[in-house]
């Protein structure tokens, strides 16, 4: 018996620290990720920015200058909306890996609980070693349910963020759009 506690033991830890390194694998590679983003927006709004400047520096007719900095503007909101994009698009993947992560690791160390418990009320058949394990079933029972509320409930406010983003950009690029048709027309 004790060898096959002893793997068991071992395989938790194992399992332990493969949760761990891929939950710290995922935020590194989203960090990354960010990080990329925010480095080629900068470098985008630099270049944009420098042309801009240097297109603005010969026109001599205010319209046009005003009309230079209107596309500008345009531009620059354009692009930070699909950086927002693809930001959110990083963090709502990295929070959906990580949360079936989590949620594995939990399943798999309740299974080894109920696991122990039953080992354990083997040696020990008596009503107390029942008790025992059926108070412990419950209460993975009861952890269980709670894991799938929280799960729904992230569900629920990933959904609700996405669509959130979704509605202000379209709004955001509708108003650039029709600030700009305004401005020709």
Not at 2 to 30: H, I, M
Not at 41 to 59: N, P
Not at 133 to 148: C, E, H, V, Y
Request: glycine share 2%; aromatic share 8%; net charge neutral.
């Amino acid at each position: 018996m004790t060898n096959k506690t002893n793997e068991r033991f071992t395989e938790a830890t194992n399992n332990t620290v493969d949760t761990a390194y891929n939950f710290l694998q995922t935020s590194l590679e989203s960090i990354e990720k960010l990080t990329k983003i925010q480095l080629e927006s900068s470098r985008k709004i630099l270049d944009e920015t420098s042309q801009s400047i240097k297109d603005m520096a010969g026109v001599s007719n205010s319209k046009d200058l005003f009309d230079k900095v209107n596309q500008l503007a345009t531009t620059t909101v354009e692009h930070n909306i699909c950086n927002c994009r693809d930001a959110y698009d990083v963090l709502s993947n990295a929070q959906s890996q990580i949360s079936k992560m989590f949620e594995t690791y939990f399943q798999n160390a309740q299974q080894n609980m109920s696991s122990v418990v039953e080992n354990f009320s083997q040696f020990n058949p008596t009503s107390k070693g029942n008790f025992a394990s059926d108070s412990l079933k419950s209460w993975i029972n009861g952890t269980n349910q709670a894991i799938n509320t929280l799960t729904k409930m992230s569900s629920q406010v990933t959904e609700f963020a996405k669509n959130n983003v979704k509605a202000a950009t379209t709004a955001t690029a509708n108003t650039v759009k029709a600030a700009t048709s305004a401005r020709k027309g």
